[in-house]
């Protein structure tokens, strides 16, 4: 007879914490549609930076200074301002566990970016979600009213994961009016470059960070600019919270191949602008054709599109037809991939 063996306690909410789940790979014949990915090749000299950044022996810049320096660059701000982590999520881990801990709250919409929930308990602070509107979109009245004391950190994140949704620039500056100061409001706009509606808040290029100081902003190079293999994001905010993001983070998490190709990514950003196009062109008949096809679609600013429905026979038909889609108890995401595989999820869609 055996018995198990004594074991270092675990947090009971981090035992209680569900790990993350990667989308799996499609079928030969099929189209991986769940991981919000770039169909395309790296952008031209990617490849080369990448090879020739081949001093494996070494570790990376801690700092990333070179892109640091050319997002400083591109954005108009101090490259101190700007901190680099393995991808953007990386980073909102960093500036969470910076300003919360225990017994501290986190405010942030729901259904959004499914990653949130787990950051805040991992920090050991409260999650406190506040539903959606029907559309899909933040409900940033409900929002301000959740706020409380013990808030320390707001997320907002636009374009919204997985609905799709944005945030229109007079909501946020209203809603940041009835912001404490001193709480932290992240502005997570992982798909900024896929945005297309001109009412939609842009924060580096309306630079809120710096009318807002305690607005950090953040980006990332693994869906538009297709790195996601390489994992590499920023952030851009005022310097002291920037420091102590970098503080939190884990050091060298960046790798000297994801810089070299993200500061080459940097260099085209006309065949990035034809790429997106692609990617909005596709996105715009996917809507059309699901909503024409009976679904409840919210309007998308991204490079996915959410289908609000409950039943799961949606997401089982989707993969009977070789597409990986991401399925949610209350709905299923489609990322905008590859020009064929628009015609199949539509052929689907009008069997439902």
Not at 48 to 61: H, I, Q, S, T, W
Request: hydrophobic share 45%; aromatic share 6%.
């Amino acid at each position: 007879m055996t018995t198990d063996p004594v074991l270092p306690r675990i947090r009971p909410e981090i035992a209680a914490l569900p790990p993350y789940k990667q989308g799996r790979a499609a079928r030969p014949d099929g189209f991986k549609l769940s991981s919000n990915e770039s169909p395309f090749d790296p952008l031209p000299g990617v490849l080369d930076a990448v090879r020739g950044a081949d001093a494996l022996n070494r570790y990376p810049d801690a700092t990333a200074a070179r892109l640091r320096a050319a997002l400083g660059e591109r954005w108009g701000v101090d490259a101190d301002d700007v901190i680099v982590g393995a991808g953007s999520v990386s980073l909102l881990a960093a500036l969470i566990q910076a300003s919360s801990a225990a017994g501290d709250e986190v405010v942030h919409a729901w259904r959004s970016f499914e990653a949130y929930p787990g950051l805040v308990r991992v920090a050991g602070a409260t999650g406190v979600p506040v539903p959606n509107r029907p559309d899909g979109s933040h409900d940033l009245e409900a929002m301000a009213a959740a706020i409380t004391e013990r808030t320390r950190c707001i997320l907002l994140c636009t374009p919204n994961n997985p609905t799709g949704p944005t945030l229109p620039r007079e909501d946020v500056e209203a809603f940041i009016e009835r912001v404490p100061d001193d709480v932290l409001i992240l502005l997570d706009e992982a798909y900024a470059e896929f945005v297309v509606d001109d009412r939609a808040v842009n924060g580096l290029v309306e630079r809120i960070h710096e009318r807002h100081p305690q607005v950090v902003v953040l980006r990332t190079f693994s869906k538009a600019y297709g790195l996601a293999a390489l994992r590499v994001g920023y952030a851009i905010g005022h310097r002291r919270i920037i420091d102590a993001a970098r503080a939190t983070q884990i050091p060298l998490s960046v790798t000297a191949q994801a810089e070299a190709a993200a500061l080459a990514s940097l260099a085209h950003d006309a065949e990035m602008a034809e790429r997106v196009a692609t990617t909005v062109s596709r996105r715009t008949r996917l809507v059309q054709g699901l909503r024409e096809a009976g679904l409840a679609v919210p309007d998308s600013q991204a490079n996915f599109v959410w289908i609000a429905t409950e039943d799961p026979a949606v997401a089982a038909a989707f993969e009977e037809a070789g597409l990986i889609v991401r399925p949610f108890p209350d709905g299923v995401r489609i990322s905008v991939g590859e020009e064929e595989s628009i015609d199949r999820v539509l052929e689907v869609a009008r069997s439902l």
